[in-house]
Nanobody, 117 residues
Framework: QVQLVESGGGLVQAGGSLRLACVAS????????MGWYRQAPGKQRELVAS??????ANYADSVKGRFTISRDNDHTASLQMNSLKAEDTAVYYCHANLIAYRPGDYWGQGTQVTVSS
């Protein structure tokens, strides 16, 4: 059974940093794109950043220059978040598109990031 397990959320003051990590586990043939989405109360889930298996990254305009996504290995992706703002407060979800017994899109359970102003 495939699982995406996130870690690294928490409470931080504005201007601070956090690092999120996501590990894909289970019987997986290949992990294609990985990414991070977030959902704030009363808002739709939105893409924060994504990265291909080859390392090409894509960012939402709101986080460019502050967040960096990386592939630590084939099954792990991290999101380094610097210069955090109150508007970054949300539940952050890891996403992966992968080849497994049931290929397709998988989601983590979400991790809370709260930025106090």
């Amino acid at each position: 059974q495939v699982q995406l397990v996130e870690s690294g959320g928490g409470l931080v003051q504005a201007g601070g940093s956090l690092r999120l990590a996501c590990v894909a586990s289970g019987t997986i043939l290949r992990v294609n794109d990985m990414g991070w989405y977030r959902q704030a109360p009363g808002k739709q889930r939105e893409l924060v950043a994504s990265i291909t298996s080859g390392g090409s990254a894509n960012y939402a305009d709101s986080v460019k220059g502050r967040f960096t996504i990386s592939r630590d290995n084939d099954h792990t992706a991290s999101l380094q978040m610097n210069s955090l703002k109150a508007e970054d407060t949300a539940v952050y979800y890891c996403h992966a598109n992968l080849i497994a017994y049931r290929p397709g899109d998988y989601w983590g359970q979400g991790t809370q990031v709260t930025v106090s102003s």
